[in-house]
């Protein structure tokens, strides 16, 4: 039996339009989906509990750097700076113990790159002595935790952009991972 003439133009229609659309990127050099305003993203955080720290900031090759290790790194300034990033933002908080959140929010070139942002920095971290780390209720993020001294990273990317977290000291892990939820709500509620 034949499917009538109708049912397989509306099939192919369908099909069309899902292949038109597209689910992201198409190849490695392909921003896959719209570039957030970092500056906004990161702004958007309130203080949590107790922390407290400078206004938000725009941040170039240099302050992603200190941003991701927590001190200077001229060494990752220059591969950030050869990824090229479109626009970049770091806020910081200080606990009165004396930890630190912080978060950055950027944007690529393309998909590949803020996807290979997230899992370098955790690499950093785990050949410091941490371990992979990946929470429950962050699906998707890419990490590392080491417990001496104190210190979690997380890395999160959608299209073109990448979200960052790291926590050290008394920050707990579910400081990170709060933060880390609400830096994704705020970058979906932008780019849709």
């Known amino acids: 039996m034949r499917a009538p003439a109708s049912l ?3 099939v192919l229609a369908l099909a069309l339009a899902l292949v038109a659309a597209g689910c992201g990127p198409l190849g490695p050099t392909e921003q896959g989906g719209d570039a957030g305003d970092p500056l906004a993203v990161v702004t958007a955080l309130p ?3 107790e922390l407290r720290g ?7 090759a240099a302050d992603l750097a200190e941003a991701f290790t927590g001190r200077p790194d001229a060494e990752l300034a220059a591969v950030i700076d050869d990824r090229a990033p479109a626009d970049a933002a770091v806020r910081t908080w200080t606990s009165p113990g004396g930890g630190t959140l912080t978060v950055a929010a950027s944007v690529w070139p393309s998909h590949l790159i803020a996807t290979g942002v997230g899992s370098d920095l955790a690499a950093r971290l785990v050949a410091d002595d941490g371990a992979a780390w990946t ?5 998707g ?6 417990d001496d001294p104190a210190e979690a990273r ?3 990317s959608v299209g073109p952009n990448a979200l960052y977290v790291r926590a050290t000291g008394d920050v707990g892990d579910d400081v990170a991972e709060r933060a880390m939820r609400r830096l994704i709500l705020v970058l979906e509620g932008q780019t849709g």
């Open 154 to 156: 997380l890395g999160f």
């Open 54 to 60: 400078p206004d938000p900031a725009t941040a170039d």
């Open 135 to 139: 929470p429950p209720d962050v699906p």
């Open 8 to 10: 397989v133009a509306v």
């Open 47 to 49: 203080s949590p509990g």
């Open 141 to 146: 993020a890419r990490g590392a935790r080491r």
